[in-house]
């Protein structure tokens, strides 16, 4: 599978963003899709994650409550809605499938999924 995510911009400190990532090769709700994000000098962080089906999602703590995925699988996509940004919240931006079987087949791991989009930058000025 294909991906690519667009949306990333320059927004302030309390804005919103939304992203997007577009997928294209496969059969989309064999995926569990997840959002990384990597600002430099550190490593890629799990910021959320969603079911085939969509109905279950899964957010660390640092981004719950502001963030929210969801995906549309007639669409071949998956987003990321964005609010109360922070500075904190600068970094490139991945989304990620992971071919499953299971129903919930997400993971906050990197490490589980098998393919990446190129990515998006997310700047949030204070």
């Known amino acids: 599978v294909q991906l690519q995510a667009s949306g990333g911009g320059l927004v302030q400190a309390g804005g919103s963003l939304r992203l997007s990532c577009a997928a294209s090769?496969?059969?989309?709700?064999?995926?569990?899709m997840g959002w990384f994000r990597q600002a430099p000098g550190k490593e890629r962080e799990f910021v959320a994650a969603?079911?085939?089906?969509?109905?279950?999602?899964y957010y660390p703590d640092s981004v719950k409550g502001r963030f929210t995925i969801s995906r549309d699988n007639a669409k071949n996509t998956v987003d990321l809605q964005m609010n109360s940004l922070k500075p904190e919240d600068t970094a490139f931006y991945y989304c990620?499938?992971?071919?499953?079987?299971?129903?919930?087949?997400?993971?906050?791991?990197?490490?589980?999924?098998?393919?990446w989009g190129r990515g998006t930058q997310v700047t949030v000025s204070s």
């Open positions: 090769g496969r059969t989309f709700n064999d995926y569990a």
């Open positions: 969603i079911s085939r089906g969509g109905s279950s999602a």
């Open positions: 990620a499938a992971r071919p499953t079987a299971y129903i919930r087949g997400y993971s906050a791991r990197a490490t589980d999924y098998d393919y």
